[in-house]
């Protein structure tokens, strides 16, 4: 499983070629295979990340740091490592469940911005957890991209797909509605569900973010699709996606950039707290 030859065949499958990442790569490798301990937890992890079909990601999703997840302390590059050791798994479930040259060419498109973005972006020396775990989805062809929006197979419910949003969606009413429209041909087509459920948990469905933004905003009118009860405490996924940081311990050091950012900043520093939306399609 851990071989270099299969660090590069995967660097050469999403097309990564930027300076050092293979470098990178091999130096955490490296230091694994001198780990007996650390490689077999590896091992541990690809087994249930890409071998058990029926594997709970969710419950990773609060091992927000490589130590929570491996119990210990690792090297970089380990959450890297991780997703391109799955690459053969992903190249096979291409095949199996026959995606079209499209869905082929999102696949790899998304991967590999998982793989770099933390690093170019955000200026991470290895790229989160949360990220890897993304990764892992598409991997698993749990996640399709349907015209800027994804669409999740939620194999615990036979009936439900979970919409999610990418930073770069377009959430213009009309551009959304095309995607749906053409994702109930794909997830009939891929996932074998003909009439699914379509939910979406997110901050963009926050009651309290739905006040803050104009009536005629692409985030009012996605907020109208849905009918939406109030989720989890939201503040990590306002701070991530809004503000692009992991944690903040003074809410006045948050950027204004946007209307949203100056908005939601104020909201907070008033001491109002934020809370996902649980929405499902309406039509």
């Known amino acids: 499983m851990i071989r270099e030859a299969t660090i590069k065949e ?8 930027e300076k050092g990442y293979e470098k990178s790569c091999f130096s955490c490798l490296g230091k694994v295979e001198k780990d007996l301990k650390l490689k077999e937890r590896l091992r541990e992890l690809y087994q249930e990340f890409y071998l058990d079909e029926k594997v709970n990601l969710g419950k990773y999703w609060e091992k927000d740091t490589p130590k929570k997840l491996f119990a210990r302390d690792t090297p970089l590059f380990i959450t890297n490592l991780l997703v391109l050791l ?13 995606l079209l040259e499209e869905q082929i060419k999102l696949h790899k498109k998304r991967v590999k911005e998982i793989l770099l ?28 991209e349907v015209d800027g929006l994804q669409y999740e197979n939620v194999i615990t419910n036979q009936e439900e797909i979970q919409i999610h949003i990418p930073s770069d969606a377009n959430l213009k009413k009309e551009k959304v509605q095309h995607s749906l429209t053409l994702a109930k041909e794909e997830v009939a087509r891929y996932f074998h569900k003909d009439k699914p459920r379509f939910g979406c948990n997110s901050w963009l469905l926050s009651r309290q973010v739905r006040k803050l933004v104009r009536d005629d905003s692409n985030i009012a009118s996605f907020y109208s699709m849905f009918w939406v009860t109030e989720g989890e405490e939201g503040l990590k996924d306002i701070l991530n996606f809004v503000y ?10 948050l950027p204004e950039r946007t209307t949203l950012q100056k908005a939601i900043k104020e909201f907070l520093l008033a001491g109002n707290k934020i809370y996902l939306g649980k929405g499902q399609l309406k039509n």
Do not use: P
């Open 10 to 17: 995967a660097l050469a499958f999403y097309q990564i070629d």
């Open 244 to 253: 692009q940081v992991d944690d903040c311990k003074d809410y006045a050091s």
């Open 117 to 144: 973005k933390d690093i170019k972006e955000r200026g991470l020396l290895e790229i989160r957890t949360s990220q890897m775990l993304w990764g892992i989805y598409f991997i698993n062809l749990r996640l399709i």
């Open 86 to 98: 799955g690459y053969q798994v992903h190249e096979e479930n291409m095949r199996k469940y026959h």
